[in-house]
């Protein structure tokens, strides 16, 4: 609650409520509604019945899903290198969704497009950032092909 109280953008404010034998997601509906209020809640049944009743809910189960990354590390992809990196050796590109991915040994690729693959992933207050390497294209071997003799 001290958290929530310091966002700027919020409006906190913590009501007194006295104890008695109202179910405890039945008194937060109430609640609510008197103060016009958003329910806040990992609870999906809570959240469920809050938006029959017309009150604005975020499931914070929602909100650590719509905040995952996209790709995890192992996984490649394809950017193409706009900049270069701060450190030597280092070129940037961006995702689709607009994060940026730093790609290293990758400053002799500028402008070009090239195959990464996720080595990590970070979540700041500014936004999110991956970090990358230059994938390694493994190519499949070829099975040497026996054809039938043709001699008869």
Same mark, same amino acid.
């Given at each position: ?9 919020? /409006?906190?404010?913590? %009501? ?14 109430? @609640? ?11 609870? =999906? /049944? ?11 809910? %975020?499931?914070?189960?929602? @909100?650590? %899903?719509?905040?995952? $990354?996209? =790709?995890?590390?192992?996984?490649? @992809? ?32 500028? /402008? ?5 693959? =996720?080595?990590? =992933?970070?979540?700041? $207050? ?27």
């Amino acid at each position: 609650m001290n958290e929530l109280e310091r966002v700027i953008y919020v /409006n906190t404010e913590i %009501l007194q409520d006295e104890l008695d034998r109202t179910p405890v997601d039945e008194r937060l509906i109430e @609640l609510a509604k008197e103060n016009r209020g958003l329910i806040l809640t990992c609870d =999906f /049944n809570l959240a469920k019945v809050a938006a029959t009743e017309k009150i604005d809910t %975020l499931n914070i189960n929602d @909100l650590a %899903l719509v905040m995952r $990354s996209e =790709f995890l590390p192992g996984e490649k @992809l394809t950017v193409k290198i706009i900049s270069l990196g701060s450190n030597p050796k280092q070129g940037v590109g961006y995702l689709p969704d607009g994060t940026m991915v730093v790609v290293d040994n990758a400053a002799s690729k500028l /402008n070009s497009v090239v195959t990464v693959e =996720f080595v990590r =992933f970070l979540q700041t $207050s500014a936004g999110k950032m991956m970090f990358a390497k230059i994938a390694t294209e493994t190519k499949a071997k070829k099975k040497p092909s026996r054809r039938k003799s043709q001699k008869r």
